[in-house]
């Protein structure tokens, strides 16, 4: 079996797991498949679930895309070749309880090739972060140390570094570097070296991909029987608003789906079902509204 099939298998599995993991938490509603094809080349199954007993809204998708490098790309992305193939997952999860926070997950990797079908690119992308609406600083501390944990395994210098990029990287910078929510992990153009080779960024993506369900679920489940107030409801659609602002403004993948001509249903699945756009809208101080705000605005060490 190439790499590349064996990076298919991977990411295939892994989205059956988190779905029926997901599902399980959920106990009502199931994922729905939608398999799709790519006219230029390749394909994908978007799995969505929707009006669940915990989850309003989600999709855990997966793709493997591949074609010819065009000028747009070139110019956009930017990139250098003649053919690319990429194959990922990519999720996120909107809960219906305000006190349930929002997820995202994505592990992807890219290849570019010359005229004659050689590899001369080949680059790992991928992280967790978690996006809550009310700070419970015990989920914040699980969820990095998760992935800490996880990071260490392979190297202690990953974990301090990806966290920070995560930060930086999910942030609206139109908004005072206001992050979208507390990060988690996040690492783009991980080039497999003589140091940390392809059988090294296989084995790190499929433990943090893994990884997810111990870090997201177990957090699901102590909060999703909470009960909450139209006001709660009220901020997280406040918040989601700052997510979706996110997504269309700054999000690369995004950005990458659309100049590759990506499927637009798929794309937009990370968007929430409702959100609130209010003019110049301030939490009360000392709230915890605001307590979650200034998470937002001023990152934190939570792992140990």
């Known amino acids: ?28 509603a199931t994922f729905h498949e939608d398999r799709w094809e790519r006219a230029e080349g390749g394909g994908g199954k978007t799995r969505v679930i929707a009006n669940g007993a915990v989850f309003e809204k989600g999709g855990v998708n997966t793709s493997i895309v591949y074609g010819k490098v065009t000028e747009t790309m070139k110019s956009q992305l930017p990139i250098e070749g003649d053919s690319w193939f990429a194959c990922g997952l990519s999720l ?27 590899v001369i690119d080949r680059w790992f992308g991928g992280g967790t972060d978690l ?13 990095h140390q998760t992935y800490k944990d996880i990071c260490d395994q392979f190297d202690t210098a990953l974990y301090p570094k990806f966290k920070t990029e995560c930060d930086i990287y999910f942030t609206n910078t139109h908004r005072n570097n206001e992050r979208r929510g507390i990060g ?3 690492y783009d153009h991980q080039r497999p070296n003589d140091q940390k080779d392809l059988d090294f960024w296989l084995k790190f993506s499929k433990a943090c991909g893994n990884g997810f369900i111990t870090a997201y679920v177990p957090v699901v489940n102590k909060r999703k029987t909470l009960s909450f107030t ?21 999000d690369r993948g995004t950005i990458f789906g659309l100049k590759t001509n990506g499927r637009i249903e798929s794309i937009l699945m990370s968007l929430p079902p409702t959100v609130r756009f209010e003019y110049n809208y301030h939490p009360q101080p000392g709230s915890e509204e605001d307590k979650l705000l200034q998470a937002c605005l001023h990152p934190r060490e939570w792992a140990k």
């Open 1 to 28: 079996m190439s790499f590349k099939e064996t990076w298919i298998q991977f990411i295939h599995q892994l989205q059956d797991d988190i779905c029926a993991a997901l599902e399980t938490a959920d106990g009502k």
């Open 92 to 118: 996120v999860i909107h809960p219906y309880n305000p006190l349930v926070p929002t997820v995202h997950c994505n592990y992807r990797m890219f290849e570019l090739y010359n005229a004659g079908g050689e």
């Open 131 to 143: 996006t809550p609406f009310y700070l419970f600083e015990e989920d914040a501390i699980h969820f």
């Open 184 to 186: 988690g992990i996040f």
């Open 230 to 250: 139209p006001e709660q409801k009220y901020w997280q659609e406040i918040r989601r608003g700052r997510y979706t602002e996110f997504n269309l403004v700054h």
